[in-house]
């Protein structure tokens, strides 16, 4: 298929946009398993539509073997001496790195996806989606506006890290799959389709056997636990041995106990899923296209078989190099499947070329234990956030409760001031002088470090009362006053607004009405209907006044003497 060139605006790719070129030297498209996705053309700059290919042009191209053809945004035009320009192009899902998305929390892969297209901070609407063919649970978190690109793939907190899966384009759409590509039943075989292989191993990191053991950390109820299993040994004929130690108590759940033989069935387990005493390899073949295995595209899995060597692998192609003039592979790269030899690559090069490779997978295994440990990190981390923000509001309570210990000291420090200056008024009023200095002591003895004047102190407390102002039921306005007496005391005197009180039981109750008698106004009243006889002068020389009857029928009756002695 010739390549057909569009405008850097056009978003519909099912007509010859601006035109076919025809003129095209060749068109290489190469695809990397979960990597980059790109073209490689070269036009002569005498060509037709050589002014019309600009950046950020579109150019439609047959990418594989099955998938329609694909659009690439060009990136970068180099012109040479020898009258060509060589263009470089991105399948359009780059353009995804330039979309927002706002922060959100997912429990699992669906969830994620759903999010990542709702959740798209764009003025104008997108034409791309991302979707799935499979579900799987696992928390993702993004806290800060990220790229739809930078969501896909390339760091720890990405779809593919956290759900796995592998990638597939078409047009708009980006699928994350569970797998990409089928098992095709070819199978490369040295002496006849395999034209020449060499072969590089190598034992650094080979183990000869598996020793496991199941660990269960102390708690306050139970102390440690362990079970150790026996040494599990690989097939094979080794000159030396290295057993590997292998820690299995994720495999249990944490309540149970595992046996001995219950390990060495999960180290069985674990040797053979993750090719434990199989050394690495890294081979380079040559292969031709005529020798039945054609059609090979991106995540295949073959065979491939060495007799000499006694060497058996089931190969993966993991990056594809597609003539797309000539609408067949150029090159294919495969790695070796399972186990530690997920490192080994083979280099197979259509039409008897050779070329080096290297694989850039992962093993699943340690794919799994990242993801498991992120995971618990995350737990970590939730975990300290709630306790900061625990820290955060109790250090928010200690300054409110500072505070109002703060304005209780400042309104204690005025009610001290405003007993002091009340104290100071009526002191030389109505309190002999003998109690003078015993109130200035009781003043002082608030900020007395060492308190001297405690029962001093305490006496007058209970002699001494000051009273706050306050309005009566009536609208009088009493700004306060002082109450001599014990509570116990059978007459207490009350001062307040100027009128001093004989009364009994409560000072609060002490009015010019109830009281037994009062001065005021350099006047004194008696209460005659509490008290029935008034004597005026001392027990020998006196007057006695005592008041008989009632209503309009009262009388006042006066007797007593007066001495006559003295001058």
């Known amino acids: ?12 790719f099912d007509h010859n946009g601006i035109g076919v070129l025809s003129q095209c030297m060749s068109c290489l498209c190469t695809e990397v398993l979960n990597g980059s ?24 191209v047959k990418p594989n073997y099955r998938d329609n053809p694909q659009p690439f945004r060009v990136y970068r ?25 706002m922060p959100f929390m997912a429990a699992s892969l669906q969830d994620a996806i759903v999010n990542i297209n709702e959740r798209r901070n764009l003025e104008n609407e997108s034409e791309f989606v991302i979707a799935a063919n499979y579900s799987i649970a696992g928390d993702m978190t993004v806290e800060v506006p990220t790229s739809l690109r930078a969501l896909m793939g390339g760091s720890e907190n990405t779809l593919n890290y956290i759900y796995g899966g592998e990638y597939h384009y078409d047009g708009f759409v980006t699928e994350l799959l569970q797998r990409r590509g089928r098992d095709v039943g070819a199978s490369i075989r040295y002496g006849k389709n395999i034209l020449d292989f060499e072969q590089e191993s190598d034992c650094e990191e080979l183990y000869t056997a598996v020793f496991g053991y199941w660990y269960r950390s102390a708690t306050n109820d139970n102390p440690a636990e362990s079970v150790y299993g026996n040494i599990i040994h690989c097939s094979g004929n080794y000159p030396y041995e290295k057993v590997m130690t292998l820690d299995v108590s994720d495999k249990f759940n944490s309540d ?7 390990i ?17 390899y890294e081979m380079k073949i040559d292969y031709t296209e005529d020798s039945g295995i054609s059609g090979i595209c991106l995540g295949d899995t073959l065979g491939v078989y060495f007799p000499v060597y006694d060497i058996k692998a089931a190969a993966r192609c993991t990056t594809v190099v597609f003539d797309c003039l000539k609408e067949r592979n150029d090159s294919i790269k495969v790695g070796v499947v399972g186990s530690n030899i997920s490192s080994t690559i083979a280099s197979i090069t259509a ?8 694989m850039v997978n992962e093993a699943r295994g340690i794919k799994t234990d990242f993801k498991s440990t992120t995971t618990e990190i995350r737990g970590s981390i939730s975990d300290l956030r709630g306790n900061i923000t625990e820290v955060i509001a109790d250090i928010n309570g200690l300054r409110t409760t500072i505070t109002s210990v703060q304005t209780a000291q400042s309104n204690t420090n005025t009610r ?70 014990q509570n116990i005391s059978e007459i207490k005197l009350k001062l307040e607004n100027d009128v001093l009180y004989f009364f009994k039981g409560s000072e609060d109750t002490a009015t010019k009405d109830s009281a037994l008698a009062y001065f005021a106004a350099g006047k004194m009243w008696i209460n005659t209907a509490l008290i029935e006889v008034l004597m005026i002068g001392t027990e020998e020389d006196n007057f006695i006044f005592k008041l008989a009857g009632s209503g309009n029928n009262r009388c006042l009756f006066i007797s007593g003497k007066v001495s006559t002695g003295g001058s």
Not at 1 to 12: F, H, K, Q
Not at 77 to 101: E, Q
Not at 264 to 280: C, F, H, L, S, T
């Open 1 to 12: 298929m010739n390549p057909i060139l569009y405008s850097p605006y056009e978003t519909v």
């Open 37 to 60: 996705y790109e073209i490689t053309l070269t036009y002569p700059v005498s060509g037709v539509f050589q002014n019309e290919i600009q950046l950020n042009s579109v150019i439609k």
């Open 77 to 101: 035009i180099v012109k040479d001496i020898d009258g060509y320009i060589t263009v470089k192009a991105a399948h359009l899902c780059y353009d995804t790195s330039g979309i927002p998305v």
């Open 256 to 262: 149970y106990t595992p046996s001995k033989s219950e």
């Open 264 to 280: 060495d069935d999960v180290v069985r387990q674990y040797i053979a899923d993750n090719g434990i005493g199989v050394p690495k």
């Open 351 to 358: 039409d008897n070329s050779e070329l080096r490779r290297q």
């Open 416 to 485: 001290l001031d405003t007993a002091e200056s009340t104290l100071q008024t009526f002191r030389t009023v109505v309190i002999p002088d003998e109690f003078a200095a015993l109130i200035n002591d009781y003043v002082s003895a608030e900020n007395s470090p060492n308190n001297v004047n405690a029962n001093r102190i305490k006496i007058i407390e209970s002699f001494i009362k000051l009273m706050g102002g306050r309005v009566l039921s009536d609208g009088t306005i009493v700004n306060g006053g002082v109450v001599l007496g």
